[in-house]
T-cell receptor, first 113, second 115 residues
Framework: DGGITQSPKYLFRKEGQNVTLSCEQN?????MYWYRQDPGQGLRLIYY???????QKGDIAEGYSVSREKKESFPLTVTSAQKNPTAFYLC????????????FGDGTRLSIL | AQSVTQPDIHITVSEGASLELRCNYS??????LFWYVQSPGQGLQLLLK??????LVQGIKGFEAEFKRSQSSFNLRKPSVHWSDAAEYFC?????????????FGTGTQLKVEL
């Protein structure tokens, strides 16, 4: 079955540590997105990529980094510069321009030890 | 700037009762509107979408939404709620083309269903 796989489901970070969240899709979608979800705040866009080897900052990119070396993969690194990383992180993908909606993975919950 | 307001943070309904979740948006061009549902610890599932055509759109799980341009609203409705509908519901707006197809989400409405 086609879909978006996020791993791990739960992740713990120590102070001063970088961690990387994985997002893989086998939908052959061009565009991929990373969102952060906090209680009562909805989803906020961190980074997005419309094509391989290209990505743009979203609304809350500070303290995060991404890469898009392959069409199917869009990993997110939460750096030590992100002072409040505890949140639920959602990855989404979309089949290029047009009226296709974004499809979401099941998320990764990141917590601080 | 585009924005979405979901004025109800929590709603409780009895099973079998009707449901309406409110969504108001602010968007400079023709909006492309969505409703998504999220179960605890899960990702978002698309319920329905609207860009043009009939202003009453049907979605999955018996949900429908009505686009009212004059009121900048896109309210979600269901005639008879089931206990399995308890979840969080998000309204979103974005462009059909361009701008990275970035979506702006509301803060969500948590639905509780009383048996």
């Amino acid at each position: 079955d086609g879909g978006i796989t996020q791993s791990p489901k739960y992740l713990f970070r120590k102070e001063g540590q970088n961690v990387t969240l994985s997002c893989e899709q086998n939908l052959n979608h061009d565009a991929m997105y990373w969102y952060r979800q906090d209680p009562g705040q909805g989803l906020r866009l961190i980074y997005y990529s419309q094509i391989v080897n290209d990505f743009q900052k979203g609304d809350i990119a500070e303290g995060y980094s991404v890469s898009r070396e392959k069409k199917e993969s869009f990993p997110l690194t939460v750096t030590s510069a992100q002072k409040n990383p505890t949140a639920f992180y959602l990855c989404a993908s979309k089949s290029g321009p047009g009226d296709q909606p974004q499809h979401f993975g099941d998320g990764t919950r990141l917590s601080i030890l | 700037a585009q924005s979405v307001t979901q004025p109800d943070i929590h709603i409780t309904v009895s099973e079998g009762a009707s449901l309406e979740l409110r969504c108001n948006y602010s968007y400079g061009a023709t909006p492309y509107l969505f409703w998504y549902v999220q179960s605890p610890g899960q990702g978002l599932q698309l319920l329905l979408k609207y860009f043009s055509g009939d202003t009453l759109v049907q979605g999955i799980k018996g949900f429908e939404a009505e686009f009212k341009r004059s009121q900048s609203s896109f309210n979600l409705r269901k005639p008879s709620v089931h206990w399995s509908d308890a979840a969080e519901y998000f309204c979103a707006v974005g462009p059909l083309e361009g701008g990275g197809n970035k979506l702006t989400f509301g803060t969500g409405t948590q639905l509780k269903v009383e048996l």
